[in-house]
């Protein structure tokens, strides 16, 4: 059994900052890649940002520059320090991690989402 759980989502004006964590626990071998997607309104699930086991990162061209994500792999945790706040941001913000179990089996990961508003 393995469990994501997401935090620090809210109510934010523009131009203000975030940080979302995320909480990786349960029957765990090694997790490869960690990352943070979102689900605005009426659209499709996009990648936000992702980080691998070994630090190499990737961002969405809209969040280069004012997101900011880190991995503690010795925590199995993943955080995602959102400064510069846009109404466009606004959207449910989920979790992902592609992991091994501890029975050897390869599996991708959602978190529950945690809602994330940029709005005056």
């Known amino acids: 059994q393995v469990q994501l759980v997401e935090s620090g989502g809210g109510l934010v004006q523009p131009g203000g900052s975030l940080r979302l964590s995320c909480a990786a626990s349960g029957s765990i071998f090694s997790i490869y890649a960690m990352g943070w997607y979102r689900q605005a309104p009426g659209k499709q699930r996009e990648s936000v940002a992702t980080i691998t086991s070994g630090g190499v990162t990737n961002y969405a061209d809209s969040v280069k520059g004012r997101f900011t994500i880190s991995r503690d792999n010795a925590k199995n945790t993943v955080s995602l320090q959102m400064n510069s706040l846009k109404p466009e941001d606004t959207a449910v913000y989920y979790c992902?991690?592609?992991?091994?179990?501890?029975?050897?089996?390869?599996?991708?990961?959602w978190g529950q989402g945690t809602q994330v508003t940029v709005s005056s």
């Open positions: 992902n991690a592609d992991l091994t179990t501890a029975t050897m089996r390869h599996i991708n990961y």
